[in-house]
């Protein structure tokens, strides 16, 4: 009965979590119904989506702890390595038992990890992140997509700005930023904020 009373709980608190809205809305990897904790959260789900390293992941996944002190973790990460690593936003700084998460992490076959401030928001790419994820339901028709992958194998990578002369049946920057998403193409979203001459290059699969 405990253990059924647990998992109630736990269900009851991430179905109302999925009721709360936080932008940007669209996701790339996510596997499952996108569920945040808070905004901070959120931010941080939207780096997931932008890191090649990331196959997906998912949103509050289950209780690590126990009946009398569950501990929800903000997300279960999938890497392209074939690991699997908890993820805490920094907000959860304060209320963590980090020895405890990484004992029951690696009960689990996973790491665990706590971000800090600067690992989300020190620097441009969750800028970047969050301007590209506004256009992460775009679809790109097969032809826009045709014209710029050849042009890009014929010059090897071009800014932004003339890459976009190659959408003709779509929003242009919708476009660029949905293949981006979706690993067609490539930009630097370290280096600055997205720019008309920000280089764009193609990713060989």
Same mark, same amino acid.
């Given at each position: ?9 736990? /269900? ?5 979590? /999925? ?21 901070? *959260?959120?931010?941080? *789900? ?31 990460? %999938?890497?392209?390595d074939g690991s699997t690593t908890f993820v805490d936003a920094p907000d959860r700084a304060p209320s963590v038992d980090i020895a405890m998460m !990484?004992? !029951?992490? @690696? ?8 971000? /800090? ?32 992958? %050849? %042009?890009?194998?014929?010059?090897? /990578? ?7 002369? *190659? ?6 920057? %919708?476009?660029? *930023? ?12 370290? @280096? ?14």
């Amino acid at each position: 009965m405990g253990i059924a009373n647990s998992t109630a709980r736990f /269900s009851a608190v991430r179905n109302s979590q /999925s009721f709360r809205i936080f932008h940007p809305v669209a996701t790339i990897k996510c596997d499952g119904v996108p569920v945040y904790r808070s905004q901070v *959260a959120r931010d941080v *789900a939207c780096l997931f989506d932008v890191d090649a390293a990331v196959a997906s992941w998912c949103g509050m996944p289950f209780n690590l702890g126990t009946e009398n002190q569950p501990v929800v973790p903000d997300f279960l990460v %999938a890497n392209r390595d074939g690991s699997t690593t908890f993820v805490d936003a920094p907000d959860r700084a304060p209320s963590v038992d980090i020895a405890m998460m !990484e004992i !029951e992490a @690696e009960r689990n076959g996973a790491r665990y990890r706590l971000l /800090s401030h600067d690992d989300v928001y020190d620097g441009f790419r969750l800028r970047n992140a969050k301007d590209l994820l506004r256009y992460g339901n775009q679809m790109v028709p097969l032809g826009d997509r045709i014209r710029l992958l %050849a %042009a890009l194998d014929d010059v090897g /990578s071009m800014p932004l700005q003339e890459c976009l002369k *190659a959408f003709l049946e779509t929003k242009p920057v %919708a476009g660029i *930023a949905a293949l981006i998403l979706q690993g067609f193409v490539d930009v630097d979203l370290d @280096e600055g904020p997205i720019r008309p001459n920000t280089m764009v290059r193609r990713i060989v699969r």
